[in-house]
C-alpha cells in the first residue's frame, strides 16, 4: 500500500501541506480566529428558510438567475435570463458581474438546494476575507501580530459593513468592503517591494473591485491613490515609484474594461442616469447627522413612529473604536514628544491616513454642499453614507497604531482577548434583530428582482418616429424609477402622469389611439370621466362606469401646426375618490392603430410566440406580412451590444418603443426570415480584456519559468 501510495505521490503531497501548515501555523490561527469572529458577525442571517428583510430578495434573484445565465453558456455573465418578460436584461453587464457569478458557482456545486445559503457564504467570505487582508496590512505596517488582528476585527464589526451586510442588504457593497482590503494590501506591498507578482495581483484586485461595485470602485481610486500620494510626499520618495501602481491600476482598466466601457460610455441612456444627475448627495445628508456619526449605539436620523428608520436599522455611524483611534494616533503623533523608532519611520502612513479618514468623514456628513462644484459624475454616490467605507479601513488601520501608542507595545493575549471582547460588544447594536417573512421557496418559484432593479439599466431615449401596433411610452424620459408609478414591473397601478409628447404621424395616416385597462372602481366616491386630451384639446371624456376600460379615439381629424415635430397626449380624471388620491387605471395596451404598413410593427406578443431561447441566443423563425414591415423583437435593445443574423447575414437593428423602454426592431419585407440575436456587450472592449488576461497569464508564467531569481532587478528595467 504504501508503495502504491509513493507511485501516486499521495504521501509527498500529504507532506507538503503538512509542512505549509507548520510554517504558517499563526497566521491559520489568526485566519480560523477572524473566520469564527465573522461567523457570528453573520448571526442576524441564521435562518437558512425565511430572509432577513426585503432587499436580500432582490439579490438572492441576482443569484439564481447568474446560475441560470451560466448555464446558458453565458461567460462572463451578462443577461438575466427571466427578467423583464424573458426579454434579455442586461442587469450583470450594467451592475455588478463578480459576486454574482462567484455566488452562482457555490450555488451550482456547493449548495445545489438552497441558494440563500451561497449568497451568506458569499456575504461570510466578504467578511472573512476583508479582516484578513486587514489583518496582514496592519502586520505590515505595525510588525506587532495582536494590534494586526485587533484591526482585522474591528474592520469587520464597522457598523456600517454590518448594516450592509444586514440591514440594507447591499450585497455588492458588502462584497467590494471585502475585496477593498486586498487592493490596499497589494497596493502597499507593490508600493515597498515592487515585483512582477505584486504587479499582478495588485491589477487583478483592482478588476475585482471594479466588477463588483463601481461606485466603492471610483472612490477608492480617489482616496487609495490620495493616501499613496501624501505618503510618497512626506516620506520624500521619487514619484516614479508611483509609475508601478499606475500601472497595476491601468492594467486592472484593461483587464475590467468589457464591463467598464459599457458602464461609461452606455450608462447616458440608461433609467438609472436620471438618479444621477438629479440626485444630489448632499440632500440626503439627512441620513447621517453628527450625532448619529458619533453615536455609540444604533439609532434612526430622525423620530419614527416604530423607531426604526425608513430602512429596517440602517442607521449609519462612524463606530466609537475608529472615532478612539483617530484621537489616539493624532494625540501621540503630534503632541508627544517621543516616538519608538519604528513609529517614527510610519508617521507619514499616519499623517496620510489621518488625513483621508478626516476627509472621508466629512463628506458622509456633508456639512457643507460642496457636490454643486464637483463634477456631476461623482454624484454617482448617491448617498453620503457610503464614504462610510473608506472611514472604515482608514480607522481599522489606525486602531492598530492606536493600540500600539496606548499600550506602549506590551501586548499579550490576554489584551488579544479583552480587545476582540470589547470591539464585537460595541459593534452589537447594529446587528439587528432578524425580520423577515419572505421564504426562500417563494424567491425560488419566481426569483425576479422586484422594485427598481429591474429599472435601472433599462436603455431609455425619446422615441424619433412614431409606430403603430406596439405600447407607446407612459414617462417622459427625466422619471426616475421608483415605487409606484411603473405598472409593468412593481405590479402597481399606473398613475397618469403630466402631458407626455411623441413624434407626429405622417400625413397619410389616420391614427387612433387604443386603450385597455383596469379601473379601481371601489375607490370611485360617485361618478367620474377620463378625459383625454391632445395639445391641451380634449379629444374624449370617457365615463368609467365598469372596471374594464376599453376605448378607440381617433387623432387623425386634429389640427397641428407644421412647425411642431412633437404632440402631447395627456390624461385626466374628473371626479372624486374615496380615499382622496388620484384615481389608478392598471393599463393592459396602451398604442396606436391606423398608421402606414411602413411604421406599424409585428408586436412582441405575437413574435415572442415564434421566437425560442438556445442557450445564450434568441432564435426566431418569423413569418412578416404585408400589413406590417417592422418586427419587434423579444430582446431588449441596446446600441452597439448585440449581434443579429438575419438568414445568416449580419444585420443592424434599431430602438423601437415597448411601454417605457426599447425593444429591437427590424425591418424586414413580407417573407419568411430566420433570426438569431446574442448580447455581446462592446466588442472591441471585449477584446482588450481578453489582451488584458492573456498578459496576466504570460507574465505570471514568464515570471515563474524566467525571472524568478531576478525578479527586482528585471522588474526595475520594464518599469
Not at 468 to 477: E, K, P, Q, V
Not at 479 to 504: M, R
Not at 563 to 570: H, R, S
Request: glycine share 4%; hydrophobic share 45%.
Amino acid at each position: 500500500i504504501l508503495t502504491i501510495l509513493k507511485s501516486l505521490k499521495i504521501i509527498a503531497f500529504f507532506n507538503i501541506i503538512k509542512s505549509y501548515c507548520y510554517r504558517n501555523r499563526s497566521f491559520l490561527l489568526v485566519c480560523l480566529l477572524l473566520g469564527i469572529v465573522a461567523f457570528s458577525l453573520m448571526a442576524p442571517m441564521a435562518s437558512s428558510r425565511v430572509i432577513l428583510t426585503n432587499d436580500h430578495t432582490s439579490h438572492l434573484a441576482y443569484v439564481i438567475q447568474a446560475k441560470m445565465a451560466l448555464e446558458e453558456g453565458q461567460f462572463p455573465i451578462r443577461v438575466a435570463p427571466l427578467e423583464d418578460f424573458g426579454f434579455r436584461y442586461p442587469s450583470f453587464q450594467f451592475y455588478s458581474q463578480l459576486p454574482y457569478t462567484l455566488g452562482a458557482i457555490i450555488y451550482k456545486f456547493i449548495t445545489p438546494s438552497n441558494p440563500y445559503n451561497a449568497y451568506k457564504m458569499m456575504l461570510w467570505l466578504a467578511l472573512w476575507v476583508g479582516g484578513i487582508f486587514i489583518y496582514r496590512l496592519a502586520l505590515g505596517l505595525t510588525r506587532y501580530r495582536i494590534a494586526a488582528i485587533l484591526a482585522g476585527v474591528s474592520y469587520m464589526a464597522a457598523p456600517y459593513f454590518l448594516i450592509n451586510v444586514h440591514a440594507r442588504g447591499a450585497f455588492t457593497e458588502a462584497i467590494a468592503q471585502g475585496i477593498l482590503p486586498i487592493v490596499l494590501f497589494y497596493i502597499f506591498k507593490l508600493y515597498r517591494k515592487p515585483n512582477i507578482n505584486h504587479l499582478l495581483l495588485s491589477a487583478v484586485s483592482w478588476f475585482a473591485l471594479a466588477t463588483t461595485h463601481v461606485i466603492t470602485f471610483i472612490y477608492s481610486t480617489i482616496f487609495v491613490f490620495s493616501l499613496i500620494l501624501i505618503i510618497s510626499r512626506l516620506s520624500q520618495a521619487p514619484l516614479k515609484d508611483l509609475v508601478r501602481l499606475a500601472i497595476a491600476y491601468i492594467w486592472g482598466w484593461l483587464l475590467a474594461l468589457y464591463f467598464l466601457a459599457p458602464v461609461v460610455l452606455e450608462s447616458a441612456s440608461l433609467s438609472i442616469r436620471q438618479q444621477i444627475d438629479q440626485g444630489n448627495p448632499f440632500y440626503s445628508r439627512w441620513l447621517t447627522p453628527l450625532a448619529n456619526l458619533l453615536s455609540p449605539t444604533s439609532l434612526p436620523p430622525e423620530p419614527t413612529e416604530l423607531g426604526i428608520a425608513p430602512t429596517y436599522s440602517l442607521h449609519p455611524s462612524v463606530g466609537w473604536i475608529f472615532l478612539i483611534a483617530w484621537g489616539t494616533v493624532l494625540y501621540y503623533s503630534f503632541c508627544q514628544r517621543k516616538l519608538s523608532l519604528r513609529l517614527q519611520s510610519a508617521k507619514p502612513t499616519l499623517v496620510a491616513l489621518l488625513t483621508i479618514f478626516l476627509i472621508t468623514f466629512l463628506l458622509t456628513w456633508s456639512p457643507a454642499n460642496i457636490w454643486e462644484l464637483l463634477p456631476r459624475q461623482l454624484w454617482v454616490t448617491q448617498f453620503p453614507f457610503r464614504f462610510l467605507t473608506h472611514v472604515m479601513w482608514t480607522g481599522s488601520l489606525l486602531t492598530a497604531f492606536a493600540i500600539l501608542f496606548i499600550f506602549r507595545q506590551k501586548l499579550d493575549r490576554r489584551h488579544l482577548i479583552f480587545g476582540i471582547l470589547v470591539i464585537v460588544m460595541i459593534a452589537r447594536p447594529w446587528l439587528p434583530i432578524p425580520k423577515g417573512t419572505i421564504t426562500v421557496d417563494e424567491v425560488m418559484k419566481e426569483p425576479l428582482f422586484r422594485y427598481s432593479g429591474a429599472l435601472d439599466y433599462l436603455y431609455r431615449t425619446e422615441p424619433k418616429t412614431l409606430y403603430g401596433n406596439t405600447d407607446l411610452h407612459f414617462l417622459s424620459n427625466n422619471w426616475i424609477p421608483g415605487y409606484s408609478e411603473w405598472d409593468s414591473f412593481v405590479n402597481n397601478a399606473l398613475i397618469f402622469g403630466p402631458e407626455t409628447y411623441y413624434p407626429k404621424w405622417q400625413p397619410q395616416e389616420k391614427p387612433v389611439l387604443f386603450l385597455r385597462g383596469e379601473v379601481y372602481m371601489e375607490n370611485i366616491e360617485d361618478k367620474a370621466n377620463l378625459l383625454v386630451q391632445l395639445n391641451d384639446k380634449t379629444l374624449a371624456s370617457i365615463p368609467l362606469t365598469q372596471r374594464e376600460l376599453i376605448a378607440k379615439i381617433p387623432l387623425e381629424n386634429v389640427q397641428r401646426p407644421d412647425q411642431i415635430d412633437t404632440f402631447g397626449l395627456k390624461f385626466l380624471v374628473e371626479g372624486k375618490t374615496k380615499d382622496g388620491r388620484p384615481l389608478s387605471i392598471r393599463m393592459q395596451q396602451f398604442r396606436l392603430e391606423g398608421l402606414s404598413p411602413e411604421n406599424t410593427v409585428t408586436s412582441v406578443q405575437d413574435t415572442q410566440k415564434m421566437c425560442q431561447q438556445k442557450g445564450n441566443i434568441t432564435s426566431c423563425n418569423l413569418t412578416v406580412q404585408k400589413e406590417t414591415g417592422i418586427a419587434q423583437l423579444p430582446v431588449l435593445y441596446y446600441p452597439r451590444m448585440l449581434k443579429i443574423w438575419v438568414n445568416n447575414q449580419r444585420v443592424e437593428g434599431f430602438p423601437v418603443n415597448y411601454r417605457d423602454f426599447n425593444l429591437l426592431g427590424l425591418k424586414l419585407t413580407p417573407g419568411e426570415y430566420q433570426i438569431q440575436v446574442k448580447f455581446v456587450g462592446l466588442t472591441w472592449a471585449n477584446w482588450i480584456s481578453f489582451l488584458g488576461w492573456l498578459g496576466i497569464v504570460l507574465m505570471a508564467i514568464l515570471n515563474k519559468t524566467v525571472l524568478k531569481n531576478h525578479e527586482n532587478k528585471n522588474m526595475t528595467e520594464i518599469l
